[in-house]
């Protein structure tokens, strides 16, 4: 008689839509072809195999963590009703397990366990978020070793086949942090592509790395229709004093531009320039290139291609000196006034007896006027021009000592434009 309720409790379990499943139970997605084990050892074999994508629903979890061999780390097992009514049990590197919700980061929270409308088989949908969660095993007391944590945002339709983004990770190589995420319609079909700001902190280096990845429905799974590194570096591993790439998305658009530090040995624009600075000194290039929606290739593809320019900037106040050298010390060539515009052409770093290069250096901008002389002007007595990295660079070279390991701002880089509320309108 218990044997028969169990197994009319399972069928009813299956027979509920998945999106009442996912609200009412706790459930795993399968990231990749599992296999449900009859115990939690390998010991007794199994040919009972799911797809990427099943959705389980979770009775129990071992105790303890177990270690797996192959990629010397830890997992527990867990105890798992499979769609079929099978019960069984499913190594933890394999399945996403919906978390609480206080674990869920504030931009997804709109979107948990929330329903929406995709196409391709998801137009009925319910977004979750699961964590594949284990340890790296390099120590033989468990709390010695790291945390290894992955984080998705998981999309499963109503006939409870999931597809799934990784967002977020934490293991002893460095972390991975979400920074935004939103629905937009960029191919203008009323069906929302997925927008995430991810950044990335390697263990050992202070340098962020930040990313902007998009994802659209097509043919039942995720396609990753753009994916856009924009940390800007000043020297491998430093950050530019630009930080980042700044990107627009609006409507079928992404439009990219950053102020580009480059090696003078690679400076392509048509300026001359003396060779004073060496490793302290970085040629400036502005930079910009658009990405369109092409709906035949269903893709964001280059629409216009990489310009690189000149970037300008002002004076901040009348009789600014021009030197000949960088150096207050040296021949003033000139008087400037802010309504001259100056091209922008090398940034040099120029370090006085007993200071370190990296840190306290004196930061000068070789500039181009407008009749034609060139010359060094103190970095913070200059305000850029035309440009979104504007009052970024104002602010880095007003720093009392620039220094581009301590470097940071809070500012997004990403720009979205609104459409009233995109992603409301696909939800159900």
């Known amino acids: 008689m218990r044997t028969c309720l169990l197994l009319l409790c399972s069928f009813v379990f299956f027979q509920l839509p998945a999106s009442d499943l996912v609200l009412r139970t706790r459930v795993a997605s399968a990231l990749g072809k599992v296999t449900l084990y009859p115990d939690s050892t390998y010991f007794k074999p199994s040919n009972t195999v799911f797809d990427e994508g099943t959705l389980f629903k979770i009775l129990g979890e071992t105790t303890l963590e177990h270690e797996d061999d192959a990629q010397n780390q830890k997992f527990k097992w867990y105890r798992a009703e499979a769609p079929n009514g099978k019960q069984g049990w499913i190594f933890g590197d394999e399945l996403a397990v919906v978390v609480s919700n206080k674990r869920v980061p504030a931009s997804l929270r709109p979107y948990h366990k929330h ?31 790291p945390i290894y944590n992955q984080f998705y945002l ?3 339709n109503e006939q409870g086949r999931s597809v799934h983004i990784q967002y977020a990770s934490q293991s002893a190589r460095g972390e991975d942090q979400l920074r935004h995420f939103q629905l937009y319609d960029i191919s203008g079909d009323d069906i929302p ?22 994802f659209a429905f097509q043919a039942g799974t995720l396609a990753n229709i753009l994916n856009e590194r924009m940390t800007l570096t000043y020297k491998p591993g430093v950050a530019s004093p630009a930080l980042f ?8 658009m992404v439009r990219v531009e950053f102020i580009d530090y480059v090696n003078c040995k690679q400076y392509k624009l048509p300026h001359r320039y003396d060779g004073r600075g060496q490793d302290s000194e970085r040629c400036l290039e502005y930079v910009t290139y658009t990405y369109l929606w092409d709906e035949r290739r269903s893709t964001l593809v280059p629409f216009y291609k990489e310009s690189r320019s000149t970037p300008f900037g002002r004076a901040t106040r009348q009789g600014i000196s021009l030197w000949n050298n960088p150096s207050v010390n040296g021949r003033r060539l ?10 922008i052409i090398k940034h040099i770093e120029k370090s006085s007896p ?14 181009k006027t407008p009749d034609g002389r060139s010359g060094y002007v103190l970095a913070e007595l200059l305000r850029f021009v035309q440009t979104d990295h504007a009052s970024l660079l104002e602010a880095y070279y007003k720093q009392e000592k620039p220094s581009k390991s301590d470097w940071q701002s809070d500012k997004s880089f990403l720009k979205i434009v609104s459409k009233g509320s995109s992603s409301a309108a696909n939800e159900r």
């Not at 790439?245 to 409507?251: A, F, G, H, M, Y």
């Not at 008087?335 to 091209?343: A, I, T, V």
């Open 354 to 367: 007993g200071q370190r290069a990296t840190n306290e250096s004196t930061h000068f901008l070789y500039v």
């Open 193 to 214: 592509e997925l927008i995430l700001q991810t950044s990335n902190f390697p263990t050992g280096s202070r340098l962020e790395n930040r990313s902007l990845s998009i």
């Open 245 to 252: 790439k700044s990107i627009e998305i609006d409507n079928d």
């Open 154 to 156: 998981i999309i499963t």
């Open 334 to 343: 000139a008087s400037l006034s802010p309504e001259q515009q100056l091209q």
């Open 115 to 145: 329903r929406f409308a995709f196409n391709n088989g998801f137009e009925q949908s319910i977004a979750w978020v699961g964590a594949l969660e284990g340890r790296d095993n390099f120590h033989k007391q468990d709390l010695l070793n």
